[in-house]
């Protein structure tokens, strides 16, 4: 370990977004996953000769979008590339992607760095291209002689975005990684499923003496599928460069596998490089065209992303960074939260309740906020309650167990479970009495001009009536009494 500290690891990541097209970025195909093998083609997808690729409108829309969101600048002429390789699962014997001319360059993303500084992480390019089948070497009767081919997926279209070489830990690129995701999602042009393929990273790793300027000798992992796997295959290849160094032997470009069963990477092939591709300008495709009319439409659909996002909430809501990054963890429970902060009367205490009696459940059971028994509107629901006094904290307890048992929303539990309500005047008048009585203090406060206190009588006596008195009549016959 003490060999890490006189090195730098230099990490760069490149990451393949699938779209959420309905169908294929050149042709009419069904981008549906799980299809039969081989359903979803066309002489298009499938490379016959004479086939002409057709550009998908929504695809040039959605991936100008996600470059908008990751501040990009969109160039408004990008041209379409020839790919040129040969693998079983390319048809056509060439990829369609961009080269030299891409849609969109220059963006960035901010990330957190552990001391808790901002750090931000250029991204140098965003790209559109057609993604390749599939190739099956398990799960038939004959797996051990043949592979199999299914090329639903060929021509299914990706953005690939590459960042800058400026992340310097594994944790760094996690960081990177996990804020890329959130943000592609809350634009909606990609589910980021990484189990489906939709979201792949590839990582490139070298490290160098510290205080030195140049790169040293990079290898890239390929198709690492988690981002957890994506940090350990780093944290191996960093370590094993190291070695490699220390015993005077040096670092070969290199494309390597990461086997996550046994924590560590393996030599694939050689790197290619750039000029083993043949890069020319796809013949059968115009240059693509975006210009600032179309981008000004495209940028409207632009949603609010979750770091403003976040701000906003910690100021219009009153609750800390942390609660905001809880609830903006998806667009989807950002809206729903704030639906139902917004309808409640203290927006603040909604928060709360989220942090101090859902997520804890939730996490409890090992369940996703997606699968909470209890609503957002629910959680409000409860907030107002406990606010206006008609129940305890400790009967809002008791009220989301009961919700969690049952596995039925707030309002369900509670209209069950309320508590008979006293809403006779002489009982409630009898109470505030006692109450009275036993604050001069306050009475004092009270009739000194401090009117606010009467939400401490109304507390006193919600309290005496074991919350079950009628918080209005409380209010109301309160008011009275005080003159
Ligand atoms: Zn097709």
Redo the contacts with the bound molecule.
Sequence with gaps: MQAGSKYEPVIGLEVHVQLLTAT?I????STQFGSPPNT???????GLPGALPVLNKQVVEFAVLAAMALNCRINETSIFARKNYFYPDLPKGYQISQYDKPLAEHGYIDIETAAGGAKRIGITRLHLEEDAGKSLHEGFHDSGERSYIDLNR??TPLVEIVSEPDLRSPEEAFEYLTRLKEIILYTGVSDCNMEEGSLRCDANVSIRPRGQKEFGTKTEIKNVNSFRFVRQALEYEIERQIEVVEEGGRITQETRLYNSAEGRTYGMRSKEHAHDYRYFPEPDLLPLVVDSQWQQKIKANLPELPEARRSRMVNEYGITMQDAGVLTATRSLADQFEEAARAAKNPKKVANLVQSELMGRLKAQNLGIEQSPISMKGVAFSADLVESGAISGKMLKDLYDLAFERNQDFPVVYEKEKPQQISDDATIEKMIDEVIAASPKQLEQYRAGKTTIIGFFVGQVMKASKGQANPEKVNELLKKKLG
Excluded: D, Q
């Design positions: 294929k050149f042709c009419g195909c979803n083609v066309c002489p298009v997808c499938l060929s021509g």
